[in-house]
């Protein structure tokens, strides 16, 4: 069975800090991992993912992802958080079978961005 | 046109009323989503429908009726709402290759529910 755990359901960073959100995984077969970003009132919008390839994922607006297999984890970063970055994140894993699709998604973290 | 479109955006109902939401998208996509996000509670997965045929109903109690006429729209009927039932319904779309798992999920903006 697939899971996400998302560590801290609230980050407050300063305006120019880096920005550190944290996502483990557990998998039973090689995963693919997904970082979503939700404003306020808005639906979810993919920021990067990870299928195969390089471990360092580059997604939009510079944030990145590193995925470590050996750690099960897929912590998602910025090195200068700007005040528009203030949204909530989701980490997800995506699970394939035969019957269907199923993205699991962690309960996500709400960034806060402080001037 | 914006990639997926949810109407109405906000909708207060009774728990004696029937409602449907609807989610259109312009991506030409074969797979669509129903999704309830409550206050802190994961964002849950409701149905999936994949040409146009369910292939996934987690538990949906049966007062949430999907209904998908073709690959580019999709409904939730509502009926005989609870109070616990009020949350943000989203709509994603996306498209299934040979590999499921290399899938991006295109969400719409959703629909704010109260039930009264």
């Known amino acids: 069975a697939q899971s996400v755990t998302q560590l801290g359901s609230h980050v407050s960073v300063s305006e120019g800090a880096l920005v550190l959100l944290r996502c483990n995984y557990s998998?039973?077969?090689?995963?693919?991992l997904f970082w979503y970003v939700q404003y306020p009132n808005q639906g979810l919008q993919l920021l990067l993912k990870?299928?195969?390839?390089?471990?360092l994922v580059k997604g939009i607006n510079g944030f990145e992802a590193e995925f470590k297999k050996s750690e099960t984890s897929f912590h998602l970063t910025k090195p200068s958080a700007h005040m528009s970055d203030a949204a909530e994140y989701f980490c997800?894993?995506?699970?394939?079978?035969?019957?269907?699709?199923?993205?699991?998604f962690g309960a996500g973290t709400r960034l806060f961005v402080k001037a | 046109e914006t990639g997926v479109t949810q109407t109405p955006r906000h909708l207060v109902m009774g728990m004696t009323n029937k409602k449907s939401l609807k989610c259109e998208q312009h991506?030409?996509?074969?797979?669509m989503y129903w999704y309830k996000q409550s206050a802190k509670k994961p964002l849950e997965l409701m149905f999936v429908?994949?040409?146009?045929?369910?292939?996934e109903n987690n538990s949906v109690p049966s007062r949430f009726s999907p209904e998908c006429p073709n690959s580019s729209h999709l409904f939730l009927h509502l009926h005989t709402l609870q109070p616990e039932d009020s949350a943000l319904y989203l709509c994603?779309?996306?498209?299934?290759?040979?590999?499921?798992?290399?899938?991006?999920?295109?969400f719409g903006q959703g629909t704010r529910l109260t039930v009264v």
């Open positions: 994603a779309s996306s498209q299934l290759g040979q590999s499921w798992r290399d899938t991006e999920a295109f």
């Open positions: 998998s039973s077969v090689p995963p693919y």
């Open positions: 990870y299928t195969t390839g390089a471990t």
């Open positions: 997800a894993v995506s699970r394939s079978n035969t019957g269907g699709f199923k993205t699991i």
């Open positions: 991506l030409g996509h074969n797979a």
């Open positions: 429908y994949s040409l146009e045929e369910r292939v």
